[in-house]
């Protein structure tokens, strides 16, 4: 029984690496939201997703327009641009 059980466990654990790319966690648009919000854009104007890429347009505290994206998988900002 124990053997069974054993070589249930391996089985599995065989298998796991082998799940898709997308089955791991992704950042979320509230997550997005909250990261824009903790780097100085007060206002969103559009949100949208685009290969791989949380894509952000807003506003600072000056009226500024800002342009960010994320990375959707590790919440990593790539870029920050401000006009």
Avoid: H
């Avoid at 919000?37 to 327009?65: N, Q």
């Avoid at 342009?67 to 590790?74: P, Q």
Wanted: aromatic share 4%; with cysteine; hydrophobic share 45%.
């Amino acid at each position: 029984m124990r053997q069974i059980l054993w070589m249930a466990c391996l089985g599995l654990g065989l298998l796991l690496p082998a799940l898709p790319a997308n089955a791991q966690k992704s950042v979320t648009v509230e997550d997005v939201r909250t990261i824009a919000f903790d780097k100085g854009i007060v206002e969103i104007k559009e949100i949208e997703l685009d290969d791989g890429l949380w894509e952000v347009e807003g506003y600072d505290p000056d009226g500024r327009k800002v342009e960010m994206k994320v990375d959707a998988g590790s919440g990593a900002v790539v870029k920050i641009e401000r006009d």
